[in-house]
């Protein structure tokens, strides 16, 4: 049974950072791509962040570039928030995508298996 958990995610002033941590079980991480998406209250879901199978290419979306970055070793992908701003404020979800690649624009339909999702708020 494939499993999917964030961790990590909490209260913050704009401009401080936060680590949101992602594991999955029950499937070869090697085989997947992992995305980052977010929802905020009364907004359509957006994806954020992706990261290949073999950690070498990474996506952005506008919002998060030049803040976030993506990393992945062999058992937990990483989303590390920098420079947080209040329009931050999401659910965060990790998620996997058979075939190992990243396709843009982020396509939450696309992915396989999702996390609960851990709660990010930024507050002024």
């Known amino acids: 049974q494939v499993q999917v958990v964030e961790s990590g995610g909490g209260l913050v002033q704009a401009g401080g950072s936060l680590r949101l941590s992602c594991t999955a079980s029950?499937?070869?991480?090697?085989?997947?791509?992992m995305g980052w998406f977010r929802q905020a209250p009364g907004k359509e879901r957006e994806g954020v962040s992706c990261i290949t199978w073999s950690g070498i290419r990474t996506y952005y979306s506008d919002s998060a570039k030049g803040r976030f970055s993506f990393s992945r070793d062999n058992t937990q992908i990483y989303l590390q928030m920098n420079n947080l701003k209040p329009e931050d404020t999401a659910v965060y979800y990790c998620a996997a995508r058979r075939g190992g690649r990243c396709y843009t624009p982020l396509k939450g339909d696309e992915y396989n298996y999702w996390g609960q999702g851990t709660q990010v708020t930024v507050s002024t």
């Open positions: 029950g499937l070869t991480m090697d085989d997947y791509a």
